[in-house]
């Protein structure tokens, strides 16, 4: 731990005039645009308060018992729990699959690492305009491919109250996998050759060598990126917005667009800000255990 | 050896298909999009289906006639982006170097609710921001969407600069303390040319993550300013939907600034790690 006794050293020269230097730009960011909006977010949520109202009374956890007994909000905890499960461990996987095919050198790598990264450029919201036309009957490419084995036009699985959530899911898989792969790649480059070869050389199979050299270096950067994905999929709010709108009937609804819906569509801006607390907590929650797993790995 | 040889021949062949396939799920869309919006369209009425059209560029202009403000969206999109990539990396930087030359109790930890912060979705903000800022009168301004995009993306630029700041030696930062150099100067000349790739992969990635934001200019503005994801929207109303061609064009034009970014610096784009704790 050179560096840290290093870095010991030098706090002696961080004056109180170079902290505030350091930590004022960004704390004035964080706190004005994120912390403080939580926070009166938070404090709204247990009272009545809304922009366009003349009086705020405080309703305790009211606004909570009503948005958990909406029948709609559960159906999009269900909705963002199923994508949560089964998106995230995907595309972990598909990811960590494609960053073992581009490690080491082959040919054109720079290439297919930027050809592999596009779907991740894409927005959410424009991923849904592109799905919502690719899956269509006319001039998609699921109908075109299903044209070529002989199989009657179907409509789009979007439509469907069945296939739309793992529609949903599948699309984006696509649009995730290859951040998790862009964010892999350099954690496969950091470790040492002589690992990769001692594998080889005892001759296990990729997957043991992805589960016993890999997966053991790679720990905090897998839990990091772990972390990213479950605020992504909880969140889940602009790639539902084109692709499905939420339906058909409650398929495809998540947290957020209940949360928009309440607070900008039907003015109902408590159980909006509820809602939007109950996204927060669960991140939070899961932000609790990424710091402790973390940590216990540290010490 | 002759075996281990031949068997390293077929892991190589096996690979190159492999990533075939791979570029056949997750690249063929996009190539699919491409051709539409060049007026190559799928006719899936046909038996067998087939492509169709001859091969036009009437499609991009038809975006600006979908939708007149396209352009200028464009122009916001872009501007709003790269403001708030640089104050965000500015910001962070700053915040990084302290965090990464302090020591206290859980500063580790610190760093770590960072990435936690980095993960919150814009949804359990928003709502209270769009009212803080239609007080402060920075609803459909630019200054509010740059200040709140910068703000959004900090968390995860301090998180990936204290990774690359912690991990360097001090050596050449003591010696200029020692010189007697301000804080900005030992910045400037030891740290910045230390980790300028690493800056710029964090201004490109927040960049992207910038210009595909939706929810904060959504609520942050009310017609007056648009960006490229929020004009969208507007593709699909109850009025009216757009022909695909021409949606094509338009998701192309949105693609091809960051594609194009993403590939002329694909090389500084390594330095993006998410690696605060040094692989041992």
């Not at chain 1, 963002?80 to 490690?103: C, D, K, N, Q, S």
């Not at chain 2, 077929?10 to 999009?33: E, Q, S, Y």
Request: with cysteine; glycine share 8%.
């Amino acid at each position: 731990m050179a560096v840290c006794a290093a870095a010991n050293d030098s706090v002696m020269r961080l004056s109180r005039r170079d902290r505030v230097i350091l930590f004022a730009p960004a704390a004035v960011l964080l706190t004005g645009w994120l912390i403080l909006p939580a926070v009166l977010g938070l404090l709204a949520s247990l009272t009545d308060y809304s922009p366009f109202a003349q009086a705020v009374h405080l309703s305790g956890l009211t606004n909570y018992a009503a948005v958990l007994s909406d029948h709609l909000f559960t159906a999009a905890v269900r909705n963002v729990a199923v994508l949560t499960m089964v998106a995230v461990p995907l595309e972990l996987a598909i990811g960590f699959g494609l960053a073992y095919l581009l490690r080491g050198p082959i040919w054109g790598r720079g290439l297919w690492r930027v050809l592999l990264l596009l779907p991740w450029l894409v927005s959410p919201i424009a991923s849904g305009v592109m799905w919502h036309f690719l899956l269509g009957p006319t001039r998609g490419i699921l109908n075109f491919a299903l044209g070529w084995i002989g199989r009657p036009e179907l409509a789009s699985p979007t439509g469907d109250i069945r296939l739309a959530l793992p529609t949903t899911i599948a699309v984006e898989i696509w649009r995730v996998a290859p951040l998790v792969t862009f964010l892999l790649l350099p954690g496969f480059a950091s470790i040492p050759g002589e690992r990769w070869e001692d594998a080889t050389l005892s001759g296990a199979s990729w997957m043991r060598t992805a589960l016993d050299v890999v997966v053991p270096a790679l720990r905090p950067l897998l839990l990091a990126i772990t972390m990213l994905l479950i605020g992504l999929s909880l969140g889940t709010f602009d790639a539902v917005l084109i692709l499905t709108g939420g339906g058909p009937g409650t398929s495809t609804v998540t947290p957020a667009l209940y949360s928009y819906n309440q607070a900008f569509g039907a003015n109902n801006w408590p159980l909006g800000a509820a809602s939007a607390w109950l996204i927060a907590a669960g991140v939070l929650g899961a932000g609790l255990v990424y710091v402790g797993l973390a940590r216990s790995r540290a010490s | 050896m002759i075996g281990m040889r031949a068997q390293r021949r077929r892991d190589r062949t096996v690979r190159v298909l492999l990533l075939v396939a791979a570029l056949g799920i997750f690249v063929l869309p996009l190539v699919w999009t491409a051709l539409a919006a060049l007026g190559l369209q799928a006719n899936n009425s046909s038996s067998p289906p087939s492509f169709h059209g001859p091969p036009t560029l009437d499609h991009f202009s038809e975006v600006g006639l979908a939708e007149p403000s396209f352009w200028q969206e464009l122009f916001t999109s872009t501007a709003a982006a790269a403001c708030a990539a640089v104050l965000a990396v500015a910001a962070a930087l700053l915040t990084a170097y302290g965090l990464a030359r302090s020591r206290f109790p859980g500063d580790r930890l610190i760093i770590q609710w960072f990435l936690v912060l980095a993960s919150l979705p814009a949804m359990a903000y928003v709502i209270p921001l769009s009212d803080l800022m239609r007080r402060a009168h920075l609803i459909d301004t630019f200054a509010g969407v740059v200040l709140t995009e910068a703000a959004v993306t900090t968390p995860l630029a301090i998180y990936v600069l204290y990774g690359a700041l912690v991990q360097l030696s001090t050596e050449w930062e003591e010696a200029a303390w020692l010189d007697g150099a301000s804080i900005f100067s030992v910045l400037r000349r030891v740290v910045l040319p230390l980790v300028g790739p690493t800056l710029g992969a964090t201004a490109i990635i927040l960049f992207v993550l910038d210009w595909n934001l939706l929810l904060v200019p959504l609520v942050l503005t009310a017609g007056g300013l648009k960006t490229v994801p929020v004009a969208m929207i507007d593709f699909f109303t109850f009025e009216r939907e757009l022909e695909w061609p021409t949606a094509a064009a338009a998701l192309i034009i949105s693609l091809l600034p960051v594609a194009i970014l993403v590939a002329v610096f694909h090389r500084v784009l390594d330095r993006f790690a998410l690696n605060v704790a040094p692989a041992d």
